[in-house]
């Protein structure tokens, strides 16, 4: 049997290519017609569903490294009518037909008269289905294309469902005659959620497509279906983190500040990055309320097709739900190949809003507590590590992703208790290809001695600025070291620090030569820690660009210590840093008002994204 060749594009009408198929002969008599019960799936990852491969035809209920198919949570909006395309019944265009997995029900030209068929959405692993009650339908529709062009939705969820309700139409199949079974159907599938949020919480993030075809009472069986029942499985594309080493096209910073939004924009400009200062939201700690990430299945050439999907932090800095993070998401970040979600899925009380309204969360549970640690050998799309007092629910949905290997840290020390109070990454040209900035108190304390040791006591740091209470921040060296409760919160702080580079030991296995130690003082606060020299650590990253925030040290033999020590330990070949090794391009930001004092830097005040990338391909890492 010679079989069909399907050829699609978006927008096109399906077109099958069909010659001789069940016409064979033997021993010169025509032989009885060859049934076709097979659905197609793209298990080879090149783009297409293609009758005419052997491993989207036979290989359809497969997932390794190198096999098995892929559909997208389709969370952007392709018509720009405010409302994710998940969240809607229509395909709205070629864009969205785009975000659609292609299933086809090849044709059987032959089929007698009377055959019908049944597409039917289940559970991939049955023991799951046995003790759970969700139903994989729920989380996905499946839209069939019509002869004379566009789509008819034809199972999963039938309606525009809110999160959280119960009582929304779901077909879990549905019908094909003959006339259908007779040309082929082409359909295209979409994930309503991510895998592991709330509103996902019992679905593996995996669907099977069964075809059954029955003429009369009987089902038709096949060599290939000896049961009658055909089979194709496919896994929602997981959510993937945005690091400091991805490829970025846009920068993200609050308006609050005009002279740190100049500074900000300027050194983005140079690097070629789009920067977006954002009016009108008042929450200035922009990589705390929202976490940009991506999606993304395998595309033609080699290349990816997906999605930006930001997560929203499940609570604001007001009342009301105008100030929810997914409020700014929904007006900033809804659009075409543009998505938002929060992890927890608004559904009652399963995200943290009193019903007053007020919203609750702690600073643990913010975007600056969650980093994306780069790629290395055992884990080329990274890892997340977060530090303490995250959500449940937002730790659960990283699991479930099952890609990027989280791991934690202790922050609960720390006064605003994030990662990147301590850690940060920049490239290098080494073996792994980064290396990570860590917190040094003991070297700040090393070089302020030395220069006490040299003559310069005296020397003042933060000349000029004031401290939160409007009183002069100024100190000199010698102050600064007499301080007896300062050092002793150098010691505590250096304590924890250590637990946190073991854990990173432990869990990443890096050498001594690939941590950069940057020098500053943390201070105390309640018991608690907080950069008290601004906490260069706390740096935005992009390319081989690092943007410090100004540590405006002691002026040692006419220039700032503290800087000429950054631009000699980041800037130069001293530590094989950046593309290149030669160092990076190291400019220094201002943010001692708008964000230090209040216990943040230039990387709690700044985010960043891009475009989903072509490598790394998450799907060949995934699990079975």
């Given at each position: 049997m010679q079989r069909g060749k399907l050829e699609t594009a978006a927008g096109a009408t399906l077109a099958l290519l069909i010659a001789g198929c069940g016409s064979g002969e033997s021993d010169g008599a025509p032989s009885s017609p060859v049934a076709v019960v097979d659905l197609v799936v793209d298990a080879d990852r090149d783009g297409r569903a293609d009758p005419g491969s052997d491993v989207d035809r036979l290989e359809d209920d497969a997932w390794d490294a190198s096999r098995g198919a892929i559909f997208l949570a389709n969370y952007d909006d392709d018509d720009g009518d405010g409302v994710a395309d998940a969240d809607d019944t229509e395909v709205d265009g070629p864009e969205d037909e785009a975000d659609l997995a292609r299933v086809v029900v090849r044709p059987w030209?032959?089929?007698?008269?009377?055959?019908?068929?049944?597409?039917?959405?289940?559970?991939?692993?049955?023991?799951?289905?046995?003790?759970?009650?969700?139903?994989?339908?729920?989380?996905?529709?499946?839209?069939?294309?019509?002869?004379?062009?566009?789509?008819?939705?034809?199972?999963?969820?039938?309606?525009?469902?809110?999160?959280?309700?119960?009582?929304?139409?779901?077909?879990?199949?549905?019908?094909?005659?003959?006339?259908?079974?007779?040309?082929?159907?082409?359909?295209?599938?979409?994930?309503?959620?991510?895998?592991?949020?709330?509103?996902?919480?019992?679905?593996?993030?995996?669907?099977?497509?069964?075809?059954?075809?029955?003429?009369?009472?009987?089902?038709?069986?096949?060599?290939?279906?000896?049961?009658?029942?055909?089979?194709?499985?496919?896994?929602?594309?997981?959510?993937?983190?945005?690091?400091?080493?991805?490829?970025?096209?846009?920068?993200?910073?609050?308006?609050?500040?005009?002279?740190?939004?100049?500074?900000?924009?300027?050194?983005?400009?140079?690097?070629?990055?789009?920067?977006?200062?954002?009016?009108?939201?008042?929450?200035?700690?922009?990589?705390?309320?929202?976490?940009?990430?991506?999606?993304?299945?395998?595309?033609?050439?080699?290349?990816?097709?997906?999605?930006?999907?930001?997560?929203?932090?499940?609570?604001?800095?007001?009342?009301?739900?105008?100030?929810?993070?997914?409020?700014?998401?929904?007006?900033?970040?809804?659009?075409?190949?543009?998505?938002?979600?929060?992890?927890?899925?608004?559904?009652?009380?399963?995200?943290p809003l009193h019903t007053g309204e007020m919203h609750y969360g702690t600073t643990f549970d913010s975007y600056g507590n969650h980093e994306l640690v780069p790629a290395s050998a055992g884990f080329p799309a990274g890892r997340i590590v977060y530090g303490s007092g995250v959500l449940q629910t937002t730790r659960a949905f990283y699991a479930a992703q099952a890609v990027q290997a989280p791991f934690d840290v202790d922050t609960s020390w720390l006064w605003v208790g994030h990662v990147d109070e301590v850690f940060g990454y920049v490239p290098a040209a080494t073996a792994r290809g980064w290396k990570v900035l860590v917190a040094s108190p003991s070297l700040a304390r090393q070089m302020l001695e030395a220069w006490q040791a040299q003559g310069h006591g005296s020397a003042v740091l933060f000349a000029g600025k004031q401290s939160w209470n409007g009183a002069s921040a100024a100190i000199t060296i010698d102050a600064l070291l007499a301080d007896v409760a300062l050092a002793q919160a150098q010691q505590e702080a250096e304590s924890f620090i250590d637990a946190m580079v073991e854990r990173f030991r432990t869990e990443l296995g890096l050498a001594d030569d690939e941590l950069v130690p940057m020098p500053f003082f943390y201070g105390e606060v309640d018991g608690y820690k907080v950069a008290y020299i601004p906490g260069t650590v706390n740096a935005r990253v992009f390319g081989d660009h690092i943007l410090v925030p100004d540590p405006f040290g002691p002026v040692i033999d006419g220039v700032d210590g503290f800087r000429q020590d950054l631009l000699d330990r980041l800037g130069t070949p001293a530590h094989a840093l950046g593309a290149t090794g030669q160092g990076l391009d190291v400019r220094f930001v201002d943010d001692w008002d708008s964000y230090h004092l209040l216990g943040g830097e230039v990387h709690c005040a700044t985010n960043e994204e891009g475009p989903p990338p072509a490598e790394p391909r998450w799907w060949e890492v995934a699990g079975p």
């Open positions: 030209p032959e089929a007698p008269d009377g055959a019908s068929g049944t597409v039917t959405l289940l559970d991939p692993d049955p023991e799951v289905a046995a003790h759970t009650s969700d139903d994989p339908a729920r989380h996905v529709r499946l839209f069939r294309r019509e002869p004379a062009g566009g789509w008819t939705l034809v199972a999963g969820q039938l309606e525009p469902c809110a999160y959280g309700a119960v009582s929304c139409a779901v077909a879990a199949s549905f019908a094909l005659d003959t006339a259908e079974l007779r040309a082929g159907v082409e359909l295209g599938l979409e994930a309503r959620h991510f895998a592991g949020t709330v509103a996902a919480a019992d679905w593996s993030g995996e669907v099977r497509l069964e075809l059954a075809v029955t003429v009369g009472a009987e089902l038709v069986t096949t060599d290939e279906s000896p049961d009658g029942r055909e089979r194709a499985r496919l896994r929602v594309a997981p959510w993937m983190s945005f690091g400091s080493l991805s490829v970025h096209d846009t920068l993200y910073s609050s308006d609050d500040d005009p002279a740190f939004v100049a500074a900000v924009g300027a050194a983005a400009g140079e690097a070629g990055l789009d920067h977006r200062p954002l009016a009108g939201w008042d929450d200035p700690w922009t990589e705390d309320w929202m976490q940009p990430g991506y999606a993304a299945l395998p595309a033609e050439d080699g290349l990816a097709h997906g999605m930006r999907v930001a997560l929203a932090r499940p609570w604001g800095r007001g009342f009301g739900p105008g100030a929810l993070p997914a409020a700014e998401l929904a007006a900033m970040h809804l659009g075409p190949d543009r998505g938002y979600l929060e992890p927890c899925e608004r559904a009652g009380d399963k995200c």
